[in-house]
Nanobody, 125 residues
Framework: QVQLVESGGGLVQAGGSLNLSCATS????????MGWFRQAPGKERDFVAG????????DYAVSVKGRFTISRNHAKSTVYLQMNSLKPEDTGVYYC??????????????????WGQGTQVTVSS
C-alpha cells in the first residue's frame, strides 16, 4: 500500500520561505509522477506543481511559477517543494499526491491515485 507523509509546513511572514517534504513508502517511487496541491478554506484543491518520474519534466501553476521549485530524491523516495517569496494567498493545506502509471503530469486532482494527509502553510502579511 502506497503511503505519503508530508512535513515542513508552518507559519511564515510574507516574503519568507518554506521547504515541504513528502516521504513515500510501499510502492515503486521511481515510477510515480508526483504532484503538490493546496486547498484554502472553502475552496477547491488546486494544482501547485508536478514532476514526472525521472525529474526531467516539471509543471507549475502560473501563480507560483518562478517562486516555487519541485524536486525529487529517489534514494530517499521523497519529493520536495521549495517555496520562496511567499504571499498571504499561498496560505492553505498543502497535499502531495502520487499518479501512476503514466509519465504525464496531470493537473486534475481526480487523476491522482494516492494522497498524503496534508500540512498547513500559513503566510502572514
Amino acid at each position: 500500500q502506497v503511503q505519503l507523509v508530508e512535513s515542513g509546513g508552518g507559519l511564515v511572514q510574507a516574503g519568507g520561505s518554506l521547504n515541504l517534504s513528502c516521504a513515500t513508502s510501499g510502492g515503486y517511487f521511481a515510477s510515480f509522477t508526483m504532484g503538490w496541491f493546496r486547498q484554502a478554506p472553502g475552496k477547491e484543491r488546486d494544482f501547485v506543481a508536478g514532476i514526472n518520474w525521472n525529474g526531467g519534466s516539471t509543471d507549475y501553476a502560473v501563480s507560483v511559477k518562478g517562486r516555487f521549485t519541485i524536486s525529487r530524491n529517489h534514494a530517499k523516495s521523497t519529493v520536495y517543494l521549495q517555496m520562496n517569496s511567499l504571499k498571504p494567498e499561498d496560505t492553505g493545506v498543502y497535499y502531495c499526491a502520487a499518479y501512476f502509471p503514466g509519465s504525464q503530469i496531470p493537473r486534475s486532482a481526480a487523476e491522482y491515485n494516492r494522497w498524503g494527509q496534508g500540512t498547513q502553510v500559513t503566510v502572514s502579511s
